[in-house]
């Protein structure tokens, strides 16, 4: 039996992964959905001081209090929680059986969210976060530009998503050399505009096994089972 500890992304919450959680425990395996500070049923909480390290910090606590001392985790990151597992298991690599990255940012040390986006996307988050945003905010991004076409996906997802605070992307990961000693794996997701293939391609660098899945961005909701069956594969 594992205990997965799956991180979502920006905008999102523990909430997304519903519908990943029962094949996963039905697997057999214990599951963990903390949502980060600031975002989703954690909204109230956010500042223009929540950053990336908040955020590692929120996991860190999650997997001490969450999980036995001598237990081991399985540790998902989806999108921009791919700065966060990274932290994680740099903190606590004995802890980390595996690190997954789905669909996501695989940074070094000194690496901002914001500085992985290519310049044209990361130009249209700096102009939201101008206007809309107020300066200390990231407006949720089109669904639809994140490859969700289905309109019983759109209106689960769309109300349900929340302001992301623009720190936690402008604020460098800082790391040493502890995560190097856990194994890592990588999903990719092809059916839309591929933002993280450049990570997939660090992870291949590395010989880790990277998995395509053809579907779009939002994996957890549009391919649940697809998604479930990989992360059973890979632990």
Known sequence: MSTFVL????????????????????????????????????????????????????????????????????????????????????????????????????????ESGIGLLPERIAGHYRDSVAGAGHGWLIPPRSLQVLGVTEPEDLAWLAPRLTPHPWRSYTEPLRIGTAVDKVPGAFVECVDWMRVFTPYAGRARERGWPVVELPTGHEAMVTAPKALAETLLRLR
């Open 7 to 110: 991180v979502h992304g920006a905008w999102h919450g523990g909430w997304c992964w519903r519908r990943v959680t029962p094949l996963l425990r039905a697997a057999g395996h214990e599951v963990l959905t903390p949502t980060l500070t600031g975002v989703g049923d954690r909204a109230h909480l956010i500042s223009p001081l929540v950053g990336l390290e908040t955020h590692v910090e929120d996991v860190l606590r999650t997997i001490d209090v969450e999980t036995e001392a001598d237990g081991e985790v399985v540790l998902v990151g989806h999108s921009y929680a791919g700065l966060v597992v990274t932290g994680v298991a740099d903190r606590r690599p004995a802890k980390v059986a595996r690190r997954i990255y789905l669909d996501a940012f695989l940074p070094a040390d000194g």
